[in-house]
């Protein structure tokens, strides 16, 4: 186990809506990135938060927004679901901006209606 | 453009056999990392390795060895004696981090092994 936790684990949506998904890191680890994994692709870069600040974005349209805490913890949100938003999300964390190991948590898994 | 490429969609084999799991990448930076993840059906990402672009050593961890050869582009896994147990999803990523992700994971598409007893 990374030490890398996601919440909640499932999540049913209707189009849309707006959701919030959640992750701790690692303890230690100062940086949080949020990929998307649709079913069957490998997972893409949304963004990643440094010290509370975001660090780089992926190509996602600004309905997909996040946070760092204080605490290091992250959320990312997503406003007006779209179908094509159902896939797992995935958290990761590192310590460091580049290129460090990223462990990643279990994920989320989304599905919009 | 960064881009990994990994062409076997799928792969099967019986428990015991060796296999190789190629990895293809793109990039125009000459500092670079490759990685590879496990994805079993649980859905976490498992890190198995981290590689820098200035060390082409082959590197072994028990029953996994990974081939890196930068004048192909490739680094490619093997498992030898594989067992049901290393059947999951496995992909391999690039990060440039002075490059255009800012050092974040680009992924192939990935490779699913399925190992049968």
């Known amino acids: 186990e990374t030490g890398v936790t996601q919440s909640p684990t499932h999540l049913i949506k209707t189009r849309g809506q707006q959701v919030t998904l959640r992750c701790s890191s690692q303890?230690?680890?100062?940086?949080v990135s949020w990929y998307q994994q649709a079913l069957g692709q490998g997972p893409q870069f949304i963004f990643q938060?440094?010290?509370?600040?975001?660090?780089g974005r992926g190509n996602f349209p600004p309905r997909f927004s996040g946070l760092q805490f204080p605490n290091y913890s992250s959320e990312l949100n997503v406003n007006a679901l779209e179908l094509d938003d159902s896939a797992l999300y995935l958290c990761?964390?590192?310590?460091?901006?580049?290129?460090?190991?990223?462990?990643f948590g279990p994920g989320t898994r989304l599905t919009v209606t | 453009a960064q881009k990994v490429t990994q062409a076997q969609t799928e792969i099967s084999v019986v428990e015991k056999e060796d296999v190789t799991l190629d990895c293809v990448y793109e990039?125009?930076?000459?500092?670079?990392?490759l990685f590879w993840y496990k994805q079993p059906p649980s859905g976490e990402l498992v890190f198995l390795i981290r590689?820098?672009?200035?060390?082409?050593q082959n590197e072994i961890s028990g029953r996994y060895s990974w081939n890196f050869q930068k004048s192909t582009s490739s680094f490619n896994f093997t498992i030898t004696a594989s067992q049901v147990v290393d059947s999951a999803v496995y992909f391999c990523a690039l990060s440039e981090p002075h490059g255009g992700s800012q050092g974040n994971l680009i992924f192939g598409k990935g490779t699913k092994l399925s190992v049968k007893p």
């Open positions: 590689r820098n672009s200035f060390d082409e």
């Open positions: 990039t125009r930076d000459t500092t670079y990392y």
């Open positions: 303890s230690g680890h100062n940086t």
């Open positions: 990761a964390s590192s310590l460091g901006q580049t290129s460090d190991e990223q462990y």
């Open positions: 938060y440094y010290r509370e600040e975001e660090n």
